[in-house]
Nanobody, 124 residues
């Protein structure tokens, strides 16, 4: 069984930084991640895509409101990804979710795995 485990959330003052981490764990020997994503969901709002990056690291995209402040990165060998969040604002407060999509090479099926979420609170 494959799990995504996030860490790094917490309480930070406006203007501060946090770095979220996500690792794929479990039966991962045949897990081929093609794309990594971070989503977030604030209270009373729909889940939104914050950032995404492809396997090669050649293409990344960001929610307009986080461009220039957040940076997504990944290490395919370690099956990990990160979200560096700088200049945080109160409106960044949300539960952040790690998402990985790709292919199980053992059986040729695609997958779409999600983490349990980590709370980020930006407040003075």
């Amino acid at each position: 069984q494959v799990q995504l485990v996030e860490s790094g959330g917490g309480l930070v003052q406006p203007g501060g930084s946090l770095r979220l981490s996500c690792i794929v764990s479990g039966s991962i020997s045949s897990t081929f991640v093609r794309n990594w994503y971070w989503y977030r969901q604030a209270p009373g709002k729909e889940r939104e895509l914050v950032a995404g990056i492809n396997r090669a690291g050649t293409t990344s995209n960001y929610l307009d409101s986080v461009k220039g402040r957040f940076t997504i990165s990944r290490d395919n060998g370690k099956k990990m990804q990160w979200l560096q969040m700088d200049s945080l604002k109160p409106e960044d407060t949300a539960v952040y979710y790690c998402n990985a999509r790709g292919l199980e090479t053992s059986n040729g099926t695609s997958f779409d795995y999600w983490g349990q979420g980590t709370q980020v609170t930006v407040s003075s």
